[in-house]
């Protein structure tokens, strides 16, 4: 039997670059597709299915509130319509036309990266601070909490911030400046699971809201996200989310997650009815989520990935014209990794080069290539499957040998 793929013509490949959206996110693990085919085989009321799974997420969590998105990105604009609209029916309904409402948003310049077109997509208007000195060899300094007070005013609807290793300033600093003034703290932590200790760490540092992508490291379904934060906040989010197309008194939204008396109306649909999330995604999502936190919890899941690294060590044994160097020390890699650094002069081609003929050859394997201009191959276990380390290690000997 063929499968959709080949029905549609379109090449599977081999992905050792692991999950990105460009190569449609990760594999699901067959209890994860399994949860979604059982949901898409009943209809349910879409807000109690969301307000359930908010309730688990709250829970993982430690946040007042959880809300499932179709993936980092959307929560963030999610995040930012809250945060400028709160519960004012008319404001939601004017997003992103934000004239006379506070729609400033505060950046370090050191954290703006393209996806923060999702920030701009709600209406708001981002005011850049710092100078990021350290990056440009110039200095050692970047943004400093004060910068981001001197910016605060009326019109400040929030602050947002990008929790990568290494970013500047720090949540908790930030927080610690930020926080007295009352002003709201986003934060786009989207790549930052494993460790799973992050579903916690962001909130108890004091963020208001934070978005995660479901399908990274967490293995969920590719349009998938989890935010998680305020109530207040979770509630402006779901009336700008869930669809509305149903008579004031017949809406009977789940209280855990709209509460009806806190409003002057029923809202109509809002900016975030766009990127709408399925049944299928929040089954497959809550799903997700489970089960990595278990496999967390037992050792499992850092197991299998440092397993599958080792078969692709144990399969380019013997390797010409590179070295190999595991790179497992959880400390320094949450999620373990294999290094292959090529020997360019021998090989008489550079790394790019023998990039583009793997990712051009049959299968084609796709590797992580942030350190490409150091002629290293990086190999992430992620989105490799039983019986698929050995072909990637084959066809690296037989690319090599040339
Ligand atoms: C991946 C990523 C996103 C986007 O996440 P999606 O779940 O694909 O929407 C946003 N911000 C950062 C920093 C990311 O790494």
């Keep these: 039997m063929t499968n959709i793929y080949e029905r549609l013509g379109v090449d599977t490949i081999i992905n050792a670059k692991g999950p990105a959206t460009r190569l449609t996110g990760s594999i699901l693990r067959p209890e994860v597709a399994q ?17 359930a799974a908010g309730a688990y997420i709250a829970e993982v969590t430690g946040a007042q509130s959880g809300y499932v998105t179709d993936g980092a990105a959307s929560g963030l604009m999610l995040a930012a319509a809250a945060c400028i609209a709160g519960h004012d029916l008319a404001a939601q309904n004017r997003l992103p036309d934000t004239t006379g409402l506070k729609n400033e948003i505060i950046v370090a310049r050191g954290h703006r990266n393209m996806y923060d077109h999702a920030v701009r997509t709600a209406g708001a208007k ?27 005013n009326e019109r400040t609807a929030a602050v947002y911030c990008v929790v990568v290793p290494g970013n500047q300033p720090t949540l908790p600093e930030i927080v610690a400046a930020v926080a007295p003034h009352g002003i709201p703290i986003i934060v786009d932590a989207a790549g930052q699971l494993p460790p799973m200790s992050n579903l916690k760490r962001f909130i108890a540092e004091g963020a208001d809201l934070v978005c995660f992508s479901g399908g990274k490291a967490i293995g969920g379904p590719q349009a998938s996200g989890i935010l998680a934060g305020r109530r207040d906040l979770v509630m402006s989010v ?10 004031p008194s017949r809406w009977n939204p789940p209280a855990s997650l709209i509460d009806r008396n806190a409003i002057q109306g029923m809202p ?10 399925g049944k299928e995604e929040i089954a497959g999502l809550v799903t997700a989520l489970r089960l990595t936190l278990e496999d967390d919890a037992s050792g499992a899941l850092r197991a299998g990935w440092s397993r599958t690294i080792a078969t692709v060590a144990e399969g380019l044994a013997g390797v010409n014209n590179a070295t190999i160097a595991v790179r497992d020390d959880p400390e320094r890699h949450p999620v373990p990794a294999l290094a292959l650094t ?3 002069k021998a090989l008489a081609r550079d790394a790019e080069a023998v990039l583009i003929e793997l990712e051009c050859g049959s299968p084609p394997v796709y590797f992580e290539p942030g350190e490409v201009g150091s002629a290293t191959l990086v190999v992430n276990p992620l989105c490799l499957k039983e019986g698929e380390p050995e072909i990637l290690a084959g066809r690296i000997k037989d690319v090599l040998r040339r």
């Design 268 to 277: 109509r649909d809002g900016i975030g009815r766009i990127c709408k999330v």
């Design 342 to 344: 090529l020997d360019e």
């Design 126 to 152: 981002l005011i850049e601070v710092g100078v990021s000195d350290r990056n440009t060899g110039a200095g050692v300094r970047d943004a400093e909490p004060w910068e981001y007070v001197a910016e605060i």
């Design 238 to 247: 779901a009336m700008q989310h869930l669809d509305m197309d149903t008579a």
């Design 35 to 51: 949860a979604m085919v059982e949901a898409s085989q009943h209809c349910v009321d879409l807000a109690h299915l969301q307000a």
